[in-house]
């Protein structure tokens, strides 16, 4: 078969396959939502090219979520129809959380390990590594939960590593930005006056330059250089973002407020605003960045694709969200039912809820807190961290 033959293979669409898919989607909704109550589950269980960032942005606009098809679920989703345990994850992979009764992963066949009594948890980019947080210290441990290095300082959070090598590790701590190397030696301030807003690495070349990106108290995006200090580029003060998102390659900066969805270049140059449906608290871009999803008014999960927007999930209390490594799944966590929902959004549609989450992730049992999401990793590999 020659390449050419390939290339048209790889990019034909079926006629009318949006509304193929979206049709699809009807059809799982009713079908759920219809059968007998007694019918029983059987237990199964970085962001890419610029002009697809560019996309699911504009998808925002072009349709409201409150307006579109594919709705799955009304109110109590899974209640009485979801698994009693996380019996296996619907993708490979694996979950990192966190909250009051510590740090906690989650591997693709249920199994739970806690890594120690720490609030907050990171990935590395291979998932050979945690870095971990919890009052006046930070540390990185392996997944069985084994320290490697720790430091003590005042108040710390929101530790992120550096992609694609984890040679460094920014994080907050008292209203300040510091960096340390991933080896745990070198540890340094960056900036003061700093939000409480997980920063973000530019994605690069292994051994740099490194570049980060973190919000003032001010509201201010600003880019600087992790080594020296030196200020790249930033913003006007504006809307408080919750969250900033790089491309994987490096080529855009995606900058998600409560109410407001904006795009950078890599030298500073607003490439979009928008409007969002919804008032967001959380939000995550699919590993192809051409798909974003959002949490809008603590009642809904709307997914933008392609330029539609669709609500793939609603009830009174979802939270967070996180995309499987994948692309092909989407974890909503769901507090006030005390489970996580999986939905399938790319291929058939599918849903896999689990109840009892609060309890699964409880060193005595009971239920406790219930546990922030830290992500879904990649299975690990690689020389680097």
Known sequence: MSAETKRRLREFRAPDEIGAENRAWDVLRSAYLERERHAARRPRWRLAAAPALAVVVAALVLSPAGATVGRLIKQALGEKHAAPALFALPSPGRLLVSGPDGAWTAAADGSVRRLGPWQQASWSPHGLFVAVASGDRLAAVDPLGTIRWALARPAVSDPRWYSPSGYRVAYLSAGTLRV????????????????????????GAALGPYELAYVTARGRVVVRDGDTGRILWSTPPGPRPFELTWSADGRRLLVLSRHQARTYSASGALSSRTTLPGAASDGALAPDARKLALVLGGREVAVASGGQTRQVLAGAGVKAVSWSPDGRWLLVTWPAANQWVFVRVTGAPRIEAVSRISEQFSSGGAAQAFPELDGWCCTAGGAAG
């Open 180 to 203: 340390v190397t991933g080896h745990g030696t070198g540890d340094r301030l960056l900036a003061t006056g700093v939000a409480r807003v997980a920063p973000a690495w530019r994605p």
